[in-house]
Protein backbone atom coordinates (compact mmCIF):
# COMPACT_ATOMS: atom_id res chain seq x y z
CA UNK A 1 0.00 0.00 0.00
CA UNK A 2 0.94 3.18 -1.08
CA UNK A 3 1.99 6.04 1.89
CA UNK A 4 -1.17 8.67 1.81
CA UNK A 5 -0.78 11.37 0.38
CA UNK A 6 -0.92 15.01 1.77
CA UNK A 7 -4.36 17.24 1.54
CA UNK A 8 -4.08 18.93 -2.77
CA UNK A 9 -2.58 21.78 -0.13
CA UNK A 10 -0.25 20.39 1.48
CA UNK A 11 2.25 19.56 -1.52
CA UNK A 12 5.89 20.81 -0.47
CA UNK A 13 8.23 19.23 2.86
CA UNK A 14 10.98 21.00 3.85
CA UNK A 15 13.41 18.95 5.84
CA UNK A 16 15.08 20.93 8.62
CA UNK A 17 17.49 20.71 11.14
CA UNK A 18 15.61 21.14 14.86
CA UNK A 19 18.02 24.36 14.89
CA UNK A 20 16.09 25.97 12.35
CA UNK A 21 12.72 24.76 13.48
CA UNK A 22 10.96 28.08 15.27
CA UNK A 23 12.67 30.23 12.45
CA UNK A 24 11.53 28.31 9.66
CA UNK A 25 7.70 28.40 11.35
CA UNK A 26 7.89 32.00 11.56
CA UNK A 27 8.85 32.38 7.84
CA UNK A 28 5.99 29.64 6.85
CA UNK A 29 3.59 31.45 8.88
CA UNK A 30 4.16 35.14 7.74
CA UNK A 31 4.16 33.97 4.22
CA UNK A 32 0.98 32.05 4.54
CA UNK A 33 2.39 29.12 2.80
CA UNK A 34 -0.27 26.86 4.13
CA UNK A 35 1.17 23.76 1.69
CA UNK A 36 4.36 23.99 3.09
CA UNK A 37 4.75 21.53 6.16
CA UNK A 38 8.55 21.22 8.13
CA UNK A 39 9.89 17.85 9.23
CA UNK A 40 13.21 17.90 12.22
CA UNK A 41 15.76 15.96 12.55
CA UNK A 42 17.25 16.36 15.81
CA UNK A 43 19.97 19.26 16.61
CA UNK A 44 22.27 17.26 18.21
CA UNK A 45 23.39 15.47 14.64
CA UNK A 46 25.59 18.26 14.53
CA UNK A 47 27.51 16.41 17.16
CA UNK A 48 28.61 13.28 14.92
CA UNK A 49 27.96 15.62 11.72
CA UNK A 50 28.88 12.17 9.50
CA UNK A 51 25.37 11.00 10.58
CA UNK A 52 23.68 13.66 8.69
CA UNK A 53 23.33 12.89 5.00
CA UNK A 54 22.00 9.17 5.81
CA UNK A 55 19.24 10.66 8.06
CA UNK A 56 18.12 13.12 5.48
CA UNK A 57 18.27 10.36 3.06
CA UNK A 58 15.88 8.18 5.13
CA UNK A 59 13.36 11.63 5.71
CA UNK A 60 13.32 12.10 1.97
CA UNK A 61 12.33 8.28 1.10
CA UNK A 62 9.99 8.71 3.94
CA UNK A 63 8.49 11.68 2.25
CA UNK A 64 8.43 10.17 -1.40
CA UNK A 65 4.73 10.09 -2.16
CA UNK A 66 3.46 12.17 0.11
CA UNK A 67 4.74 15.65 -0.98
CA UNK A 68 5.29 16.76 -4.78
CA UNK A 69 8.37 18.76 -3.22
CA UNK A 70 11.08 18.63 -0.57
CA UNK A 71 13.69 20.79 0.32
CA UNK A 72 16.77 20.19 2.59
CA UNK A 73 17.15 22.81 5.45
CA UNK A 74 20.25 22.03 6.39
CA UNK A 75 23.53 23.84 4.94
CA UNK A 76 26.60 21.61 4.35
CA UNK A 77 26.84 21.23 8.19
CA UNK A 78 30.07 19.76 8.39
CA UNK A 79 29.30 16.85 6.23
CA UNK A 80 32.10 17.76 3.91
CA UNK A 81 29.99 17.63 0.62
CA UNK A 82 29.04 14.16 1.83
CA UNK A 83 25.38 15.79 2.09
CA UNK A 84 25.46 17.05 -1.25
CA UNK A 85 26.44 13.53 -2.43
CA UNK A 86 23.42 12.18 -0.77
CA UNK A 87 20.71 15.46 -2.59
CA UNK A 88 22.19 14.94 -5.75
CA UNK A 89 21.00 11.14 -5.67
CA UNK A 90 17.83 12.40 -4.34
CA UNK A 91 17.80 15.19 -6.90
CA UNK A 92 16.86 17.50 -3.64
CA UNK A 93 18.33 20.81 -3.32
CA UNK A 94 19.19 22.43 0.11
CA UNK A 95 20.31 25.61 1.82
CA UNK A 96 23.53 27.84 0.62
CA UNK A 97 26.60 27.88 2.50
CA UNK A 98 28.82 25.84 4.40
CA UNK A 99 26.39 26.61 8.11
CA UNK A 100 23.66 28.30 9.74
CA UNK A 101 26.25 31.39 10.62
CA UNK A 102 26.88 31.71 6.89
CA UNK A 103 22.91 31.51 5.28
CA UNK A 104 21.98 33.62 8.33
CA UNK A 105 24.74 36.63 8.33
CA UNK A 106 25.17 35.93 4.56
CA UNK A 107 27.96 34.76 2.35
CA UNK A 108 30.75 37.91 2.33
CA UNK A 109 29.68 39.24 5.34
CA UNK A 110 29.84 36.14 7.56
CA UNK A 111 33.17 35.66 4.95
CA UNK A 112 34.32 38.79 6.27
CA UNK A 113 33.60 38.36 9.96
CA UNK A 114 35.87 35.22 9.72
CA UNK A 115 38.59 36.97 8.32
CA UNK A 116 38.70 39.40 10.51
CA UNK A 117 38.91 37.02 13.59
CA UNK A 118 39.06 33.11 12.93
CA UNK A 119 39.13 32.97 16.21
CA UNK A 120 35.47 33.52 16.57
CA UNK A 121 32.44 31.13 18.37
CA UNK A 122 29.19 31.73 16.55
CA UNK A 123 25.69 31.74 18.63
CA UNK A 124 22.63 32.13 16.88
CA UNK A 125 19.24 32.69 18.53
CA UNK A 126 18.56 28.47 18.80
CA UNK A 127 21.93 28.30 20.10
CA UNK A 128 21.69 31.05 22.78
CA UNK A 129 18.37 29.83 23.96
CA UNK A 130 19.79 26.15 24.07
CA UNK A 131 23.81 27.23 25.06
CA UNK A 132 23.85 25.21 28.47
CA UNK A 133 23.07 21.81 26.74
CA UNK A 134 24.13 22.25 23.57
CA UNK A 135 27.86 23.38 24.84
CA UNK A 136 28.45 23.22 28.16
CA UNK A 137 26.66 19.97 28.75
CA UNK A 138 27.39 18.24 25.15
CA UNK A 139 31.17 19.46 25.90
CA UNK A 140 31.18 18.54 29.42
CA UNK A 141 32.48 21.57 30.65
CA UNK A 142 29.84 20.95 33.58
CA UNK A 143 31.72 18.35 34.49
CA UNK A 144 34.82 19.28 33.82
CA UNK A 145 35.11 22.79 33.40
CA UNK A 146 39.30 22.10 33.20
CA UNK A 147 38.73 21.50 29.82
CA UNK A 148 37.62 24.91 28.75
CA UNK A 149 41.17 25.86 27.46
CA UNK A 150 41.54 23.13 25.45
CA UNK A 151 37.61 23.44 23.63
CA UNK A 152 38.01 27.16 23.97
CA UNK A 153 41.92 28.33 24.51
CA UNK A 154 42.05 29.99 20.52
CA UNK A 155 39.00 31.69 20.64
CA UNK A 156 38.91 35.33 21.18
CA UNK A 157 35.41 36.22 21.02
CA UNK A 158 32.24 35.03 20.93
CA UNK A 159 29.76 36.67 18.20
CA UNK A 160 26.18 36.75 18.86
CA UNK A 161 24.00 36.42 14.75
CA UNK A 162 20.57 37.71 15.95
CA UNK A 163 17.48 36.14 14.24
CA UNK A 164 15.00 38.84 16.30
CA UNK A 165 15.63 41.53 18.37
CA UNK A 166 15.09 39.52 22.08
CA UNK A 167 16.53 41.10 24.90
CA UNK A 168 16.45 37.46 27.03
CA UNK A 169 18.14 35.77 24.35
CA UNK A 170 21.21 38.47 23.72
CA UNK A 171 21.83 38.72 27.67
CA UNK A 172 22.26 34.98 27.61
CA UNK A 173 24.59 35.04 24.67
CA UNK A 174 26.46 37.54 26.51
CA UNK A 175 25.88 35.56 29.81
CA UNK A 176 27.95 32.50 27.67
CA UNK A 177 30.64 34.71 26.13
CA UNK A 178 31.35 35.92 29.93
CA UNK A 179 31.18 31.69 31.04
CA UNK A 180 33.53 30.95 28.20
CA UNK A 181 36.12 33.66 28.85
CA UNK A 182 35.07 35.31 25.46
CA UNK A 183 34.46 38.98 23.90
CA UNK A 184 31.16 39.54 23.05
CA UNK A 185 30.08 40.87 19.82
CA UNK A 186 26.10 41.13 18.84
CA UNK A 187 24.95 41.66 15.25
CA UNK A 188 21.28 41.45 14.09
CA UNK A 189 20.89 39.28 10.78
CA UNK A 190 17.71 38.56 11.06
CA UNK A 191 16.87 35.56 8.85
CA UNK A 192 19.51 36.30 5.71
CA UNK A 193 19.71 33.65 3.19
CA UNK A 194 17.31 31.00 5.24
CA UNK A 195 13.85 33.26 3.73
CA UNK A 196 15.24 34.52 0.96
CA UNK A 197 15.99 30.69 -0.28
CA UNK A 198 12.43 29.40 1.15
CA UNK A 199 11.13 32.27 -0.68
CA UNK A 200 12.46 30.82 -3.37
CA UNK A 201 11.49 27.06 -2.92
CA UNK A 202 8.03 28.31 -2.36
CA UNK A 203 7.65 30.14 -5.84
CA UNK A 204 8.87 28.59 -9.01
CA UNK A 205 11.38 26.40 -7.35
CA UNK A 206 15.12 26.80 -5.98
CA UNK A 207 18.29 26.76 -7.73
CA UNK A 208 20.89 24.01 -6.56
CA UNK A 209 22.41 25.19 -3.70
CA UNK A 210 26.50 25.12 -5.27
CA UNK A 211 27.37 21.67 -5.42
CA UNK A 212 30.10 22.07 -2.73
CA UNK A 213 31.29 24.72 -0.89
CA UNK A 214 34.27 22.25 0.11
CA UNK A 215 35.55 21.04 -3.94
CA UNK A 216 38.88 22.45 -4.63
CA UNK B 1 34.40 -9.09 53.77
CA UNK B 2 31.72 -9.17 51.92
CA UNK B 3 32.88 -9.13 47.88
CA UNK B 4 30.54 -6.48 47.38
CA UNK B 5 32.48 -3.90 49.67
CA UNK B 6 36.17 -6.08 48.18
CA UNK B 7 34.86 -4.45 44.95
CA UNK B 8 33.44 -1.45 46.07
CA UNK B 9 33.79 1.39 43.14
CA UNK B 10 34.72 3.95 45.77
CA UNK B 11 37.79 2.12 47.04
CA UNK B 12 41.14 3.33 45.83
CA UNK B 13 43.27 0.37 44.48
CA UNK B 14 46.65 0.40 45.40
CA UNK B 15 48.41 0.06 42.68
CA UNK B 16 51.47 -0.58 43.79
CA UNK B 17 50.10 -4.12 44.89
CA UNK B 18 49.06 -5.07 41.88
CA UNK B 19 50.83 -8.09 39.48
CA UNK B 20 52.38 -6.18 36.36
CA UNK B 21 49.47 -7.45 34.71
CA UNK B 22 46.75 -6.07 36.22
CA UNK B 23 48.54 -2.78 36.92
CA UNK B 24 48.31 -2.28 32.87
CA UNK B 25 45.41 -3.48 32.91
CA UNK B 26 44.12 -0.93 35.86
CA UNK B 27 45.95 1.79 33.50
CA UNK B 28 44.02 1.06 30.38
CA UNK B 29 40.76 1.66 32.79
CA UNK B 30 42.06 4.86 34.24
CA UNK B 31 43.18 5.80 30.86
CA UNK B 32 39.71 5.61 29.43
CA UNK B 33 38.66 7.42 33.05
CA UNK B 34 40.74 10.19 32.56
CA UNK B 35 42.93 9.75 35.91
CA UNK B 36 45.67 11.31 35.44
CA UNK B 37 47.01 11.04 38.60
CA UNK B 38 47.00 7.61 38.70
CA UNK B 39 48.40 6.81 35.30
CA UNK B 40 51.14 8.84 36.38
CA UNK B 41 51.55 6.65 39.32
CA UNK B 42 51.31 3.93 37.26
CA UNK B 43 53.79 4.64 34.87
CA UNK B 44 56.45 5.44 37.45
CA UNK B 45 55.86 2.50 39.40
CA UNK B 46 56.23 0.23 36.01
CA UNK B 47 59.43 2.29 36.01
CA UNK B 48 60.70 1.30 39.24
CA UNK B 49 59.92 -2.04 38.39
CA UNK B 50 62.45 -2.46 35.65
CA UNK B 51 60.08 -1.54 32.59
CA UNK B 52 62.19 0.09 30.05
CA UNK B 53 60.22 3.49 29.01
CA UNK B 54 59.51 2.22 25.43
CA UNK B 55 57.13 -0.67 26.93
CA UNK B 56 55.38 1.49 29.60
CA UNK B 57 54.46 3.31 26.52
CA UNK B 58 53.57 0.90 24.32
CA UNK B 59 51.55 -1.58 26.74
CA UNK B 60 50.14 1.16 29.01
CA UNK B 61 49.52 4.14 27.56
CA UNK B 62 49.84 3.79 23.71
CA UNK B 63 47.30 0.40 24.34
CA UNK B 64 44.87 1.91 26.50
CA UNK B 65 44.72 4.93 23.88
CA UNK B 66 44.11 2.56 21.36
CA UNK B 67 41.09 1.52 23.04
CA UNK B 68 40.01 4.72 23.73
CA UNK B 69 40.24 5.61 19.90
CA UNK B 70 37.85 2.62 19.02
CA UNK B 71 35.40 3.65 21.40
CA UNK B 72 35.24 6.97 20.18
CA UNK B 73 35.50 5.92 17.20
CA UNK B 74 32.23 3.36 17.82
CA UNK B 75 30.28 6.46 19.51
CA UNK B 76 30.88 4.86 22.91
CA UNK B 77 32.89 7.75 24.50
CA UNK B 78 32.74 11.00 23.17
CA UNK B 79 34.66 14.03 22.77
CA UNK B 80 34.76 14.96 26.52
CA UNK B 81 35.92 11.57 27.80
CA UNK B 82 38.82 11.45 24.81
CA UNK B 83 40.27 14.81 25.99
CA UNK B 84 40.75 13.48 29.37
CA UNK B 85 42.16 10.55 28.25
CA UNK B 86 44.22 12.20 25.82
CA UNK B 87 45.35 14.82 29.47
CA UNK B 88 46.32 11.34 31.44
CA UNK B 89 48.71 10.30 28.46
CA UNK B 90 50.14 13.90 28.79
CA UNK B 91 50.38 12.66 32.42
CA UNK B 92 52.73 9.45 31.61
CA UNK B 93 54.17 10.65 28.64
CA UNK B 94 56.00 13.83 30.49
CA UNK B 95 57.40 10.93 32.87
CA UNK B 96 58.72 8.98 29.64
CA UNK B 97 59.74 11.60 27.24
CA UNK B 98 63.32 12.67 29.09
CA UNK B 99 63.78 8.80 29.16
CA UNK B 100 62.82 8.25 25.69
CA UNK B 101 65.01 10.96 24.92
CA UNK B 102 68.02 9.54 26.75
CA UNK B 103 67.69 5.81 24.99
CA UNK B 104 68.85 7.67 21.43
CA UNK B 105 66.55 5.42 19.22
CA UNK B 106 66.04 7.50 16.36
CA UNK B 107 62.39 8.23 15.44
CA UNK B 108 60.20 6.42 13.17
CA UNK B 109 60.38 9.70 11.17
CA UNK B 110 59.70 13.04 11.24
CA UNK B 111 56.26 14.44 10.96
CA UNK B 112 55.63 18.56 10.82
CA UNK B 113 52.00 19.11 11.52
CA UNK B 114 49.58 22.01 11.76
CA UNK B 115 45.95 23.28 11.14
CA UNK B 116 45.55 25.34 7.98
CA UNK B 117 45.38 29.10 7.73
CA UNK B 118 41.75 30.22 9.16
CA UNK B 119 41.32 27.66 11.30
CA UNK B 120 41.76 27.79 14.87
CA UNK B 121 40.58 24.28 16.05
CA UNK B 122 43.47 21.74 16.89
CA UNK B 123 41.95 19.20 19.15
CA UNK B 124 42.23 16.71 16.77
CA UNK B 125 45.58 18.27 15.58
CA UNK B 126 46.97 17.36 18.96
CA UNK B 127 45.71 14.34 19.32
CA UNK B 128 47.53 12.90 16.34
CA UNK B 129 50.64 14.72 16.61
CA UNK B 130 50.73 13.03 20.59
CA UNK B 131 49.95 9.83 19.24
CA UNK B 132 52.49 9.85 16.07
CA UNK B 133 54.72 10.64 19.68
CA UNK B 134 53.87 7.70 21.17
CA UNK B 135 54.08 5.53 18.52
CA UNK B 136 57.98 6.48 17.82
CA UNK B 137 57.87 9.54 15.79
CA UNK B 138 59.37 13.23 16.02
CA UNK B 139 56.37 16.08 16.01
CA UNK B 140 57.49 19.11 14.51
CA UNK B 141 53.86 21.38 15.75
CA UNK B 142 53.35 24.65 13.86
CA UNK B 143 50.34 25.10 15.55
CA UNK B 144 47.10 26.48 14.31
CA UNK B 145 45.98 29.18 11.60
CA UNK B 146 49.18 28.37 9.21
CA UNK B 147 49.84 29.35 5.87
CA UNK B 148 51.71 28.12 3.12
CA UNK B 149 54.54 29.83 3.81
CA UNK B 150 54.62 28.66 6.92
CA UNK B 151 54.44 24.90 6.10
CA UNK B 152 56.96 25.31 3.13
CA UNK B 153 59.33 26.61 5.89
CA UNK B 154 58.63 24.33 8.42
CA UNK B 155 59.25 21.75 5.57
CA UNK B 156 62.91 23.65 4.46
CA UNK B 157 63.77 23.95 8.01
CA UNK B 158 63.13 20.94 9.59
CA UNK B 159 63.12 18.43 6.50
CA UNK B 160 60.63 16.15 7.49
CA UNK B 161 59.19 12.60 6.72
CA UNK B 162 55.53 14.28 6.60
CA UNK B 163 53.59 16.86 6.43
CA UNK B 164 50.51 16.63 8.25
CA UNK B 165 47.46 19.29 7.54
CA UNK B 166 44.06 19.49 9.57
CA UNK B 167 41.24 21.54 9.34
CA UNK B 168 37.71 21.52 11.28
CA UNK B 169 36.07 23.90 8.93
CA UNK B 170 34.43 23.34 5.55
CA UNK B 171 35.47 27.02 4.54
CA UNK B 172 39.36 26.10 5.42
CA UNK B 173 40.06 22.68 4.30
CA UNK B 174 40.33 23.98 0.84
CA UNK B 175 43.22 25.50 1.69
CA UNK B 176 44.79 22.00 1.91
CA UNK B 177 45.05 22.25 -1.86
CA UNK B 178 47.17 25.52 -2.06
CA UNK B 179 49.78 24.30 0.16
CA UNK B 180 49.61 21.08 -1.99
CA UNK B 181 49.58 23.06 -5.34
CA UNK B 182 52.41 24.92 -3.71
CA UNK B 183 54.66 22.31 -3.41
CA UNK B 184 53.44 20.82 -6.90
CA UNK B 185 54.59 24.30 -8.30
CA UNK B 186 58.09 24.05 -6.08
CA UNK B 187 58.98 20.81 -6.96
CA UNK B 188 59.07 19.47 -3.51
CA UNK B 189 55.64 17.27 -3.67
CA UNK B 190 57.19 14.14 -3.76
CA UNK B 191 59.49 14.87 -1.04
CA UNK B 192 56.91 14.22 1.40
CA UNK B 193 54.18 12.08 2.22
CA UNK B 194 51.27 14.41 3.01
CA UNK B 195 48.36 13.07 4.86
CA UNK B 196 45.22 15.23 6.31
CA UNK B 197 43.05 14.95 8.51
CA UNK B 198 39.63 16.59 10.23
CA UNK B 199 35.95 16.29 10.62
CA UNK B 200 34.46 17.50 6.89
CA UNK B 201 37.37 15.66 5.41
CA UNK B 202 36.72 12.17 3.91
CA UNK B 203 39.05 9.72 1.39
CA UNK B 204 37.51 11.69 -2.11
CA UNK B 205 38.40 14.99 -0.53
CA UNK B 206 42.03 13.87 0.44
CA UNK B 207 42.41 12.67 -3.39
CA UNK B 208 40.75 15.88 -4.70
CA UNK B 209 43.83 18.30 -3.22
CA UNK B 210 46.97 15.73 -3.78
CA UNK B 211 47.18 14.24 -0.54
CA UNK B 212 48.77 10.90 0.03
CA UNK B 213 45.96 9.98 2.56
CA UNK B 214 42.69 11.14 4.75
CA UNK B 215 43.54 9.83 8.47
CA UNK B 216 39.82 9.69 9.85
CA UNK B 217 41.34 9.69 13.51
CA UNK B 218 44.26 9.98 15.00
CA UNK B 219 44.78 5.91 15.12
CA UNK B 220 44.51 5.57 11.84
CA UNK B 221 47.11 8.54 11.42
CA UNK B 222 49.71 6.42 13.15
CA UNK B 223 48.82 2.89 11.32
CA UNK B 224 48.78 4.99 7.87
CA UNK B 225 52.48 7.13 8.71
CA UNK B 226 54.07 4.18 9.97
CA UNK B 227 52.60 2.27 6.77
CA UNK B 228 54.12 5.18 4.09
CA UNK B 229 57.41 5.05 6.17
CA UNK B 230 57.82 1.35 5.57
CA UNK B 231 57.04 2.22 1.98
CA UNK B 232 60.26 4.89 2.00
CA UNK B 233 62.32 2.64 3.16
CA UNK B 234 62.10 -0.24 1.04
CA UNK B 235 62.12 2.40 -1.75
CA UNK B 236 65.38 3.90 -0.04
CA UNK B 237 66.41 0.21 0.22
CA UNK B 238 66.12 -1.20 -3.47
CA UNK B 239 67.45 2.42 -4.68
CA UNK B 240 70.88 1.89 -2.85
CA UNK B 241 70.69 -2.28 -3.60
Redesign the interface.
Known amino acids: MSAARAGPEVSSLLIACGALAKEIVQVIRANGWEHMRIQCLPAELH ?4 NIPEAVRAKIRQARGTYDRIFVAYA ?1 C ?5 LDKVLEEEGVTRLPG ?2 CY ?1 FYAGAEVF ?1 AL ?2 AE ?2 AFYLTDFLSRHFDRLVIEA ?3 D ?2 PE ?1 RD ?2 FG ?2 RKLVYLAQSKDAVLEAKARQAAATLELEFESRLTGFGELESTLVEFAGEGVEAAPPS ?4 | MADDEQFDDGEDIDLSSLSDEDLVTQMHDDLYDGLREEIEEGTNILLERGWSAKRALDEALVEGMRIVGIDFRDGILFVPEVLLAANAMKGGMAILRPLLAETGAPPIGKMVIGTVKGDIHDIGKNLVGMMMEGAGFEVIDLGINNSVEKYLAALDEHKPDILGMSALLTTTMPYMKVVIDTMVEKGIRDDFIVLVGGAPLNEEFAKAVGADAYCRDAAVAVETATEFMKRRHNIRGAAQA
Open positions: NRPEDGTGGLAHQEHDPGLGLRHLQYNYAWKA
